[in-house]
Nanobody, 116 residues
Framework: VQMVESGGGLVQGGGSLRLSCLARGSILSDFSGNAMAWYRQAPGNQLELIAVIRPDGSTNYADSVKGRFTISRLNARRMFYLSMENLKPEGTAVYYC????????WGQGTQVTVPS
């Protein structure tokens, strides 16, 4: 399974974006049994886990994004989303999605830039 992220871009502080993630791979599964997560990596920083959605729909968020970001999934289309509101300059990073299967491959990520 290969992750394909999209939807990044340049947005002014306070703005919004919605990132999309396609889990491209086996046609035998809609991945409804997998937990999915969004990560981000800012320049010079380590990879940061920012949001998780489990098969039952429960979610968790990093404190840095709680109340501003929302993770969601559309299992039938193997799509996962991250809606981001009130973006801040510290949100500038490459954003990645990943499932909870270590055999899945990381995608290229999608760049989000929020100028200071």
């Amino acid at each position: 399974v290969q992750m394909v992220e999209s939807g990044g871009g340049l947005v002014q502080g306070g703005g919004s974006l919605r990132l999309s993630c396609l889990a491209r791979g086996s046609i035998l599964s809609d991945f409804s049994g997998n937990a999915m997560a969004w990560y981000r990596q800012a320049p010079g920083n380590q990879l940061e886990l920012i949001a998780v959605i489990r098969p039952d729909g429960s979610t968790n968020y990093a404190d840095s994004v709680k109340g501003r970001f929302t993770i969601s999934r559309l299992n039938a289309r193997r799509m996962f989303y991250l809606s981001m509101e009130n973006l801040k300059p510290e949100g500038t990073a490459v954003y990645y999605c990943k499932g909870d299967d270590n055999n899945w491959s990381w995608g290229q990520g999608t760049q989000v830039t929020v100028p200071s």
